[in-house]
Structure formats: C-alpha cells, structure tokens
C-alpha cells in the first residue's frame, strides 16, 4: 500500500488539525489509514496508508504531499 507523507510547520498547528480533519472526512470515502504522526526537525510528519486506487483522490486532499509507492 502506497504512502502519503506531508509535512507541517509547528507553529501552525491548525494546519495540521485541519488535516487529521481531511483523514476522517477521506476514510468516509477510502480506506486511509494514519502510519504514523512524528516529529522531525522541528516539523510534524504525518504518514497515511493509502490504497494504490484512491491516490488521485487522496492526493486532491493533500496536494502538496509526497507519495512513496
């Protein structure tokens, strides 16, 4: 299963709250997944697994995330 990864800045928080909003709007839709929320150099990570079939879907969500396939 492909990866979504995209980074947010810590001082902006709503940001980041707006995109774990994205995921539970998205999983009413697709099975997405959250892999994993971390901290790296002073950005917060968040990784969803998402299904090789609704990338073009999740990537409208996140346009500015990078897939690993």
């Keep these: 299963m492909p ?3 995209t980074y947010f800045e810590l001082e902006r928080l709503k940001d ?3 995109a774990l909003e994205k995921v ?3 999983r ?3 099975p997405v997944q959250v892999a994993n929320i971390e901290l790296e150099e002073e950005k917060i990570k ?3 697994h998402v299904p090789a079939d ?3 879907l999740t990537r409208e969500s996140f346009p500015e ?3 690993v396939a």
């Design 65 to 67: 995330a990078v897939v």
């Design 46 to 48: 968040l990784v969803l």
């Design 3 to 5: 990866l979504l990864i």
């Design 24 to 26: 539970d709007e998205l």
């Design 28 to 30: 009413t839709l697709v």
């Design 54 to 56: 609704s990338l073009k």
């Design 16 to 18: 980041f709250s707006q």
